[in-house]
Nanobody
Framework: QVQLVESGGGLVQPGGSLRLSCAASTSIFSINYMGWYRQAPGKQRELVAHITADGRPNYRDSVKGRFTISRDNVKNTVALQMNSLEPEDTAVYYC????????????WGQGTQVTVSS
């Protein structure tokens, strides 16, 4: 069982930056994918970015060049640096851990609100 706790959300003006952090309760060293999802009101939850155990990132097209995901397998944390924020980025952001293998395990944080508005 992995507990994930997000922090760093808030209100920011368009063009601003925020850094989200996710702290895991156990080692994430062997977790295949650590990621960030988001869900805006009335919309489905969508993948924002994920990063593999060996540090390879993947981003949805709309955030490429603006967001950067990173993981620290020693501190058991995952971060999402968000720059040039747009109103369309407004959503609840969720940390996710996905472990693949003989069994599939998936864990979610409680979410943190990001609001981009002037």
């Amino acid at each position: 069982q992995v507990q994930l706790v997000e922090s760093g959300g808030g209100l920011v003006q368009p063009g601003g930056s925020l850094r989200l952090s996710c702290a895991a309760s156990t080692s994430i060293f062997s977790i295949n994918y650590m990621g960030w999802y988001r869900q805006a009101p009335g919309k489905q939850r969508e993948l924002v970015a994920h990063i593999t155990a060996d540090g390879r990132p993947n981003y949805r097209d709309s955030v490429k060049g603006r967001f950067t995901i990173s993981r620290d397998n020693v501190k058991n944390t995952v971060a999402l640096q968000m720059n040039s924020l747009e109103p369309e980025d407004t959503a609840v952001y969720y940390c996710n851990a996905l472990q693949l293998g003989v069994r599939r395990y998936e864990y979610w944080g409680q979410g943190t609100q990001v609001t981009v508005s002037s």
